[in-house]
């Protein structure tokens, strides 16, 4: 069996040596003549899977290692009766630590509590529906909007312009251009002028569900809002206008934790395993390694806040992704797109909060249960 795949793919062999022959190709550079003969093909965001690709391919089974799936046409996939997976909710507890350490961060250089903000969370599936559960129990006041799962899943729903009222707004659905409630520019110019000086505004969902030239004019107007985005419009070629006005920018890495990567390919080995009849014998954990950052401790002198911070920080702090992002500011700008690839490409090793083990020595139970929620864990 002939597969092609995305040279991103994490763990290829592990997962898809015994199954067929591997081709790896940079995800973006995928054309029709190198599916042509392939059976399979799998990819992450950056390939463009559709009839332009695949009219003339002997590909029977698609798989993303993704949770988005815009890049998919989907729809022409089943009319010709080509098998697609994705990997949902591979990497939503990556974007959720890195919203919270966005949070953390932000509340520390405020000098605000770490648990006052309001947050609006727009898009409640895997990443917004974990970050809602992780944050309520944190103490932390929620206004959750999703117009598709309200009148099915539990809990109270707001709408669109209640969230948009939050403290921070962070947004968490997927790119669509169609049905009832199209994401494609949701905040839009209007919506975009209302938000005040003292909101913070995340996106880690897809760069289009904001209008870039609209998000660039209101930041340079006054009132501005502070925004993070690790998302952006025509990835790779990004708005450097919209980079210089951001407060945080990364490269969309929001999910590329090892275990978030890890998950998404052993995802698509489960689906095409299935697909082909064949054992599911793999699984991602079994290729973790051990992280260079195993244990952290702390005793009852430790401040709740602080130690939050310290060991968020120590697994994740986002001005790290931010410098070297505006780092490309500095190229020139046939290379700036090339840099934006390459530094996905390249991503360190990032580990999850569950790969530290911390040691409390008589701190205070709520300090514990801080840690808990936020799924550290802890050595008894
Ligand atoms: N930055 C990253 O690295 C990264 C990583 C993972 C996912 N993502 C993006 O985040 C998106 C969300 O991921 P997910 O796993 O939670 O997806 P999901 O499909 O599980 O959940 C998305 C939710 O958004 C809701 N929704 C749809 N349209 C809406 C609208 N107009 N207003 C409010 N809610 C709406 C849906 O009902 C659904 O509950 C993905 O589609 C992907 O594009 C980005
Ligand atoms: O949809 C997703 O899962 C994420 O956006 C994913 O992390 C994107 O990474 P890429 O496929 O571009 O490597």
Redesign the pocket.
Known sequence: MHIVADENIPLLNEFFADIGTITRLPGRMIRPEDVQKAEVLLVR?VTHVDSSLLANSSVKFVGTA?????HVDEKWLEQQGIAFAAA?????E??VQ?VISCLSLHAELNGEPWARPRVGI?????????LRERLDKLGFQVVA?????EKT?EGEFSD?DQALDCDVIT??????RE?P???HH?LNEDRLARLREDQLLIN???GSVIDTDALAARLSAAGAPTVIL??WENEPQISTELLEKVWLGTP?????TLE?KANGTGMIYQALSRYLGLPVRKKAGQFMPDPGLSRMTFTSEAHREEALALAIRATYDPRRDDTALRRTLRLPDERRAAAFDEMRKKYRTRREFASIRLQLKGTANELQHSFKTLGFRIKS
Not at 145 to 149: E, F, K, S
């Open positions: 965001s993704t949770i988005g799936t815009d949902p909710g591979c990497n939503a990556a974007v890195y727009i898009g409640c599936g895997n990443v917004g529906g974990r909007c999703d117009p598709l799962l899943a669109l947004l968490h659905t997927p790119l669509t049905g409630h199209p994401t949701l880690t969902s897809r690790d998302v969309h890495i929001a999910g590329y978030g």
